[in-house]
């Protein structure tokens, strides 16, 4: 990233969030613009492919903390436009472009181009303010330029059965994300063999000189900030050396996930750049659901009818478990439609290995057709049971004090 793109541009604009947003809101805004300008659902588009860089550049600053406040910190003292701006008393009443080598380096280095002082220093310019900007800004455009850089975050979408949901499951993902073009190499030129760029001689930056010594370095125009030129520039990425990969890797999805859970998978994500780590992947998980079972936290649910005998004089029930052989249980007489029984085991599985427990609730099924026995049978249930009244107490409790 050039010293320019870090103060000029916007990313809290670019993601559509305020300044004091919280890394949440930040990431939720991410996700959304996202999937919405991802090149799989925007084939063609050059315009949404173009938004989804600026995003992604936008997220890769403002989605790691140490690199937000570096960029809060240089917007704020360069006014958000590539200028220092003077205080009360300086002269011109204006801007003035200067190296930040010069005010922030140590001393005792010999003048370089661009009347800078000193080389660059091993993960910033020494001390005090200067380490704040270490990695972002160059001394009148010599060393190194750019330092390793992590790859971007993924996310991705997956949707399981119930059953791989509570057993786990490993499904093959497809992710697109930008890397090194494969045309060229991440070379940029179609031949594989470009020239290092006379203008910048490689560094990819170039010193526009002020009054009084000062400079401030700028991305070269001549090699885009990349350091090479490619006299025949790959035609698939148009010679940047950067482009959008697909790849399909199989993920393994931990037992015991539910419908709405975020996994992280660190290192799966996008490759880095100039030797950085990799980015995270992130696999939002949906869940079908299963026309027998329920589920509720590690506990799997049923709901088993009985006949009114057995719940009325006790009995054991047979009851279906999930991927299993079925379990009994044994129903004590007088049981309540609507009770809940539990089947210890036989539930979800969780992170330690274990299982939940499987809800059974018991459901008193009432036929709509008897035979004339059954018929006979129930009417003189009814006549020896006529003095009883079950809603006795409820109309007495109606009454109130």
Same mark, same amino acid.
């Given at each position: &990233?050039?010293?320019?793109?870090?103060?000029?541009?916007?990313?809290?604009?670019?993601?559509?969030?305020?300044?004091? =947003?919280?890394?949440?809101?930040?990431?939720? =805004?991410?996700?959304? #613009?996202?999937?919405?300008?991802?090149?799989?659902? !925007?084939?063609?588009?050059?315009?949404?492919?173009?938004?989804?860089?600026?995003?992604?550049?936008?997220?890769?600053?403002?989605?790691?903390?140490?690199?937000?406040?570096?960029?809060?910190?240089?917007? %704020?003292?360069?006014? /958000? !436009?590539?200028?220092?701006?003077? +205080?009360?008393?300086?002269?011109?009443?204006?801007?003035? *472009?200067?190296?930040?080598?010069?005010?922030?380096?140590?001393?005792?280095?010999?003048?370089?181009?661009?009347?800078?002082?000193?080389?660059?220093?091993?993960?910033?310019? +020494?001390?005090?303010? /200067?380490?704040?900007?270490?990695?972002?800004? *160059?001394?009148?455009?010599?060393?190194?330029?750019?330092?390793?850089?992590?790859? $971007?975050?993924?996310?991705?979408?997956?949707?399981?059965?119930?059953?791989?949901?509570?057993?786990?499951?490993?499904?093959? @993902?497809?992710?697109?994300?930008?890397? %090194?073009?494969?045309?060229?190499?991440?070379?940029?030129?179609? *031949?594989?063999?470009?020239?290092?760029?006379?203008?910048?001689?490689?560094?990819?930056?170039?010193?526009?000189?002020?009054?009084?010594?000062?400079?401030?370095?700028?991305?070269?125009?001549?090699?885009?900030?990349?350091? @090479?030129?490619?006299?025949?520039?790959? %035609?698939?990425?148009?010679?940047?050396?950067?482009?959008?990969?697909?790849?399909? &890797?199989?993920?393994?999805?931990?037992?015991?996930?539910?419908?709405? $859970?975020?996994?992280?998978?660190?290192?799966?994500?996008?490759?880095?750049?100039? /030797?950085?780590?990799?980015?995270?992947?992130?696999?939002?998980?949906?869940?079908?659901?299963?026309?027998?079972?329920?589920?509720?936290?590690? !506990?799997?649910?049923?709901?088993?009818?009985?006949?009114?005998?057995?719940?009325?004089? +006790?009995?054991?029930?047979?009851?279906?478990?999930?991927?299993?052989?079925?379990?009994? #249980?044994?129903?004590?007489?007088?049981?309540?439609?609507?009770?809940? &029984?539990? =089947?210890?085991?036989?539930?979800?599985?969780?992170?330690?290995?274990?299982?939940?427990? #499987?809800?059974?609730?018991?459901?008193?099924?009432?036929?709509?057709? &008897?035979?004339?026995? =059954?018929?006979?049978?129930?009417?003189?249930?009814? $006549?020896?049971?006529?003095?009883?009244?079950?809603?006795?107490?409820?109309?007495?409790?109606?009454?109130?004090?």
């Amino acid at each position: &990233m050039s010293t320019k793109d870090f103060i000029e541009k916007d990313y809290y604009k670019a993601l559509g969030v305020p300044r004091d =947003a919280t890394e949440a809101e930040i990431k939720k =805004a991410y996700r959304k #613009l996202a999937r919405e300008f991802h090149p799989d659902a !925007n084939k063609g588009d050059a315009k949404a492919e173009e938004r989804f860089k600026d995003v992604s550049e936008a997220y890769d600053v403002l989605g790691d903390a140490k690199r937000r406040k570096e960029y809060d910190e240089a917007r %704020a003292l360069f006014g /958000g !436009n590539g200028g220092f701006r003077p +205080g009360p008393g300086a002269g011109g009443g204006g801007q003035f *472009n200067f190296d930040l080598g010069d005010l922030f380096g140590g001393a005792g280095g010999a003048p370089g181009p661009g009347g800078t002082t000193g080389t660059q220093q091993p993960g910033g310019f +020494g001390g005090g303010i /200067g380490d704040v900007f270490g990695g972002i800004f *160059n001394r009148g455009g010599t060393g190194p330029r750019t330092q390793p850089r992590r790859g $971007q975050d993924i996310e991705s979408e997956v949707t399981l059965s119930f059953t791989e949901a509570v057993d786990g499951a490993t499904v093959p @993902l497809r992710m697109s994300s930008s890397a %090194a073009c494969k045309s060229c190499r991440g070379t940029g030129d179609k *031949n594989g063999t470009p020239r290092v760029c006379p203008t910048c001689v490689g560094t990819g930056q170039v010193s526009r000189g002020g009054g009084g010594g000062f400079s401030l370095t700028d991305p070269c125009v001549d090699c885009k900030g990349r350091g @090479l030129i490619a006299d025949d520039p790959c %035609a698939v990425c148009r010679g940047s050396g950067r482009a959008t990969s697909s790849r399909t &890797m199989q993920v393994r999805i931990p037992a015991g996930v539910s419908d709405g $859970q975020r996994i992280r998978l660190r290192g799966k994500g996008a490759p880095g750049e100039r /030797g950085g780590p990799a980015g995270d992947l992130y696999v939002v998980v949906h869940v079908d659901g299963h026309p027998v079972f329920g589920r509720r936290g590690d !506990n799997l649910t049923v709901t088993v009818p009985v006949t009114f005998p057995e719940a009325a004089l +006790g009995g054991d029930v047979k009851v279906p478990t999930l991927g299993g052989p079925p379990v009994t #249980l044994k129903l004590p007489p007088g049981t309540p439609s609507g009770r809940t &029984m539990r =089947a210890r085991g036989k539930g979800a599985t969780r992170k330690d290995g274990t299982r939940g427990d #499987l809800l059974v609730t018991i459901e008193v099924a009432v036929p709509r057709d &008897m035979g004339t026995e =059954a018929r006979k049978a129930l009417e003189e249930y009814r $006549q020896a049971t006529q003095g009883e009244d079950p809603r006795g107490a409820l109309f007495e409790a109606a009454k109130g004090d």
